[in-house]
Nanobody
Framework: QVQLVESGGGLVQPGGSLRLSCAAS????????IGWYRQAPGKERELVAY????????DYADSVKGRFTISRENNKNTVYLQMNSLKPEDTAVYYC???????????WGQGTQVIVSS
């Protein structure tokens, strides 16, 4: 059974930092591309950061470029999202997604809440 478990969310002041983690089990983690998505109230879920399976290529939404960094440790089955210079508009539930195109495998975590507020 595949599980993705996010952690590290919470309440932070504008300008602060958080590091989210996503721990995976039940899959060969190094075969999966990973995306961090977020969904704010009343808005659609959006992709904010992406990593290839090997971690050799990453991409970011324009709204977070220069502030967020995705990284992964395949030997620990874990992916991270370092979030710096947080803004109130970063407030959302953040989800981890593991995807393997070859088999159309698509797995989601339960999400972790991030609130940026003074």
């Amino acid at each position: 059974q595949v599980q993705l478990v996010e952690s590290g969310g919470g309440l932070v002041q504008p300008g602060g930092s958080l590091r989210l983690s996503c721990a995976a089990s039940g899959l060969t983690f190094s075969n999966y591309a990973i995306g961090w998505y977020r969904q704010a109230p009343g808005k659609e879920r959006e992709l904010v950061a992406y990593s290839t399976s090997a971690g050799d290529m990453t991409d970011y939404a324009d709204s977070v470029k220069g502030r967020f960094t995705i990284s992964r440790e395949n030997n620990k089955n874990t992916v991270y999202l370092q979030m710096n210079s947080l803004k109130p508009e970063d407030t959302a539930v953040y989800y981890c997604n593991a995807y393997r195109a070859r088999f159309n495998h698509d797995y989601w975590g339960q999400g972790t809440q991030v609130i940026v507020s003074s």
